[in-house]
């Protein structure tokens, strides 16, 4: 539907839990962690419904988040209910991939159209410190395992000063050979993420063009937030996602569920609606459509990332779902 702003907000990103696999420096803290009890946790039946009336608003695209949405038992059934709902076209998961390796006919065959994986270094030793912990070679071969089934690939690359600032070039090769896109997405200021340094992406682009020839040296492409390019002769994109230095809260078309079910309209404020609660008090179906609709139609105008304000959100990105 469109909101106040105009914009058409066809896009659903719910997350499925908090609950993760690793610790990426700038999304979880090391230690000291809590997750949600699971009663807080929006139920498989709790997903589906919300899902069918977000469609009912025009939703035509979920993407399933976390924290790992794979670590959430249920995740293939939930996949192949969402496929089941009327007006539902596209159903992508972003994940670290890592526990996919495997099962990746599976998820095809539930209905999964495209992966986003979240892998910001092609060095072993690296991938270990970000992700603290993880096993760099899984992800190259579940990359490869989806493509070769045609499942669309994209990687997210967060680049930090000081950390994988020399990856870039690397990362960006991956799409020369391989039908896949890289986007660089800029650190936001969330959470884990506020002692670290960002990178901007104009910065990043600087870098692929020392080391690679980008097409003709424009933008080739524009699809929700990310601007994409490419390198010449490539088989993929780059992509380039410019929350900080390139406000796109114009063109945003999306609203986001965290894992407890609270309906947020717009990554960056608090505001939004305890969906769960409604539901689980027994509202119906009618009154929760008005009410959803509402919150898409009052979507806040933009983000007001690194300024101090009061209605800010202070989860971390994990809770948040990302
Ligand atoms: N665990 C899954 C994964 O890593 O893809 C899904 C959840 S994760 C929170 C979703 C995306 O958020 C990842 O691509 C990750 O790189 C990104 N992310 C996490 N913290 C971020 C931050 N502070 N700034 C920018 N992106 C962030
Ligand atoms: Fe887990 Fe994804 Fe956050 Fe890394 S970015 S800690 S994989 S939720």
């Known amino acids: 539907m469109i ?6 907000i066809e896009y659903l990103r719910i997350s499925l839990t908090d609950v993760c696999n690793l610790r990426c420096v700038y999304c979880m803290p090391k ?3 809590t997750f949600m009890d699971k009663e807080k946790i929006l139920q498989d039946d709790e997903v589906i419904k919300l899902v069918k009336l977000m469609a009912k608003c025009g939703i035509k695209k979920v993407r399933l988040t976390g924290g790992e949405p794979l670590t959430r038992k249920n995740i293939l059934k939930i996949i192949e209910d969402i496929h089941r709902v009327p007006g539902i076209e596209e159903i992508y ?23 986003n994986i979240s892998l910001d270094t092609l060095k072993e030793a690296t991938y270990r410190d970000i992700t603290r912990g993880g096993d760099l070679k899984i992800v190259l071969r579940v ?11 994209k990687v997210n690359s967060v680049i930090i000063a000081g950390i994988n600032e020399d990856e870039i070039l690397n990362l960006a090769a991956l799409t020369i050979n391989k039908k896949m896109d890289v986007r660089f997405i800029e650190l936001m200021p969330i959470g884990a993420a506020k002692d670290l340094t960002p990178i901007t992406n104009n910065k990043v682009k600087e870098i692929i063009k020392q080391g690679h020839v980008l097409e003709d040296e424009k933008i080739i492409g524009i699809s929700g937030p990310a601007k994409y390019t490419q390198i010449k002769n490539a088989l993929g994109k780059v992509g380039f996602i410019s929350a900080i230095s390139d406000n796109f809260c114009e063109s945003c078309n999306r609203i986001r569920v965290t894992s407890e079910g609270f309906l947020k309209q717009c990554l960056h404020w608090n505001y939004g609606i305890d969906l769960k609660t409604l539901i689980r008090n027994g509202m119906n179906d009618e009154e929760l459509l008005e009410i959803i609709k509402d919150k898409i139609y009052n979507k806040p105008i933009k983000h007001s990332f690194g300024k101090e304000e009061k209605d800010k959100d202070n989860r971390f990105m994990n809770e948040i779902g990302g």
């Open 31 to 33: 230690d000291k962690i």
């Open 3 to 8: 909101d106040k702003q105009g914009r058409n």
């Open 143 to 153: 990359i490869d395992n989806l493509l070769d089934l045609g499942i669309k690939v």
């Open 93 to 115: 998961i972003t994940t670290n991939a890592l526990l996919l390796e495997g099962k990746e006919r599976e998820f095809k065959e539930a209905g999964l159209k495209g992966v």
